[in-house]
Nanobody, 123 residues
Framework: QVQLVESGGGLVQAGGSLRLSCASSERTFSRFAMGWFRQAPGKEREFVAAISWSGGSTYYADSVKGRFTISRDNAKNTLYLQMNSLKPEDTAVYYC????????????????WGQGTQVTVSS
């Protein structure tokens, strides 16, 4: 069972930055494609960003492109999401997810999920 633990969420003013981390207990972390998703109150969970197992390929939702950067450190079994120029509409619980094989932007393709970390952006 792959365990994922997110951290780094918090309260930030619009225009500010946060960096989320997702630590994995999995020794073979480098075999997993990883993704970030978010869920705002009253809304469905949505795709934010994904990264290949090697880190060589990334993919972003249009709403965060140019503001967010996904990355990973396989030596530390950790996934990151650098969030800049934050907007109130970025307020949500952010989840990391893992799957073997290629990365996807569909949450249904991911097998393992963290518990989430709250990000709140004030206007």
């Amino acid at each position: 069972q792959v365990q994922l633990v997110e951290s780094g969420g918090g309260l930030v003013q619009a225009g500010g930055s946060l960096r989320l981390s997702c630590a994995s207990s999995e020794r073979t972390f480098s075999r997993f494609a990883m993704g970030w998703f978010r869920q705002a109150p009253g809304k469905e969970r949505e795709f934010v960003a994904a990264i290949s197992w090697s880190g060589g390929s990334t993919y972003y939702a249009d709403s965060v492109k140019g503001r967010f950067t996904i990355s990973r450190d396989n030596a530390k079994n950790t996934l990151y999401l650098q969030m800049n120029s934050l907007k109130p509409e970025d307020t949500a619980v952010y989840y990391c997810a893992a799957r073997l094989g290629s990365y996807y932007n569909s949450l249904n393709e991911y097998n393992y999920w963290g518990q989430g970390t709250q990000v709140t952006v004030s206007s």
